[in-house]
């Protein structure tokens, strides 16, 4: 597995268009994998393709839009579109765009009772029970989770499913750099200063916007970012939840589980 990072140009016109409407940022990302062009329906889940779309906390005297992109093949960035990255002068010194590196070594050495900090934007939703009659349009459909309650016990869910338990679970709202919002509206909240090791936040973004289509009618998807620590509790159903990600609305930029070891001390 791999995991890239691009650092986007927002004043490039085809960024703006790709973070107005995340289904065709999922094709943008699609295309850098030459064996299975963005055209092919089952490309994202073949190569096992997660994305998610983030200010950098740790910039915030210099913002910057970046897209984390994993996938089980090393992709082909050069195949983005001309001025779609940001340019060498427009980062900080050092610093690689794109940048791409191999993750099996870290999932190799988690181990059952690892703490991890993680990060997961997700689509916390549930399903309208079909049996429900009468002039209910939503049976057996998908519909969102609003409050603070039901995301956190979803995440619990997930957790129990995907072979981890959460440690520590608090909620906040945050706000979004000005240079970034403009681009990304209310997608990719600036965080906060934290401790080295934060507790579990989710976080509500307001929606995000995808159209498979044109001329159909866009979609919009509820956001919320969390973030805390969690304790593995079974290596191959978490393992396994890295590769695959969590919940729905993967083909708009959901469902990747970030982890890191707490910082000793």
């Not at 609003?146 to 956190?152: I, K």
């Not at 289509?213 to 970012?225: I, Q």
């Not at 159903?237 to 070891?261: D, V, W």
């Amino acid at each position: 597995m791999y995991l890239s990072k691009l650092i986007l140009n927002p004043r490039n016109r085809q960024v703006r268009r790709d973070l107005a409407n995340r289904h065709e940022l999922h094709r943008t990302i699609l295309a850098a994998f030459p064996d299975l062009p963005g055209s092919h329906p089952d490309a994202r889940s073949k190569l096992c393709v997660l994305f998610r779309v983030e200010s950098d906390p740790a910039r915030t005297e210099r913002a910057q839009i970046r897209a984390l992109v994993q996938s089980a093949i090393r992709p082909d960035w050069s195949r983005l579109p001309d001025g779609y990255l940001q340019p060498p002068e427009d980062i900080f010194a050092g610093e690689e765009n794109p940048a791409c590196r191999s993750l099996d070594g870290v999932w190799e050495t988690i181990r059952a009772g690892d703490e991890l900090i993680f990060r997961l934007r997700a689509n916390p939703t549930r399903r309208v029970n079909a049996s429900r009659q009468g002039a209910d349009t939503l049976a057996g459909k998908r519909v969102e989770l609003r409050t603070e309650a039901e995301w956190l016990a979803w995440l619990a869910r997930k957790g129990e499913q995907h072979g981890f338990r959460l440690v520590e679970v608090r909620a906040s709202r945050e706000v979004a750099p000005a240079q970034v919002q403009e681009v990304l509206e209310t997608d990719t909240p600036e965080q906060p200063k934290r401790a080295p090791v934060p507790d579990t936040r989710s976080t509500p973004g307001l929606k995000v916007t995808g159209r498979k289509e044109r001329g159909t009618r866009p979609l919009t998807f509820g956001s919320v970012l969390f973030e805390g620590r969690l304790v593995v509790c079974d290596v191959a159903a978490f393992r396994q939840a890295l590769a695959t990600g969590i919940g729905s609305g993967k083909a708009y930029g959901f469902g990747l589980l970030s982890i890191a070891r707490p910082r000793p001390g």
